[in-house]
């Protein structure tokens, strides 16, 4: 993945300024920086566990922050979780490109519908587990809790 990280060990030159991340320019940008612990995809991950009605601690890698999101619903919830994180990064990384190289604007709710609307579309192809046929009703809150209670 082309951060910039990856381009300094591969001696591509960077200026001081543009190795900062092109979100936040507090850091060094890094694939864990952008996509978790910047302040700005950090913003979208939270937006998306209040949707999910679920609260998880962030962590600042991505092995463990994967495996701590696609596991904060029950074992039905894990592939749809998988889903939206996938999901998420992607269109974090669209957004980065956006902000570094066309001089977009970072919007989050504008990224977070973006997301929500993929997973629906892509909920038949990736088999992703959304009980309700009602997108409005999920697209303003998808609640884990309700939707991945058992039924007797
Ligand atoms: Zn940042």
Redesign the pocket.
């Known amino acids: 993945m082309a951060t910039v990280d990856n381009l300094l060990k591969r001696n591509v030159p960077i200026s001081n300024s543009e190795s900062r991340?092109a979100?936040?320019?507090?850091?060094l940008?890094d694939a864990n920086?952008?996509f978790l612990s910047?302040?700005?995809?950090a913003g979208i991950w939270n937006e998306l566990l209040r949707w999910l009605g679920k609260q998880s601690a962030l962590h600042s890698n991505a092995i463990v922050h994967s495996s701590a999101f696609t596991n904060i619903g029950n074992k039905k919830d894990g592939q749809f979780l998988a889903g939206v994180w996938m999901c998420t990064v992607w269109c974090i990384w669209k957004g980065r490109n956006e902000v570094r190289f066309n001089h977009g604007k970072w919007a989050q709710d504008k990224m977070v519908a973006e997301i929500k609307s993929r997973l629906w579309s892509w909920k038949q192809a990736y088999n992703l587990r959304i009980p309700t046929e009602d997108f409005r009703a999920w697209f303003a809150a998808a609640n884990l809790e309700e939707s991945g209670a058992e039924r007797n």
């Not at 979100?23 to 850091?27: A, F, I, N």
């Not at 910047?38 to 995809?41: E, G, K, Q, V």
């Open positions: 991340c979100l936040c320019q507090m850091q940008e920086h952008i910047c302040i700005m995809s």
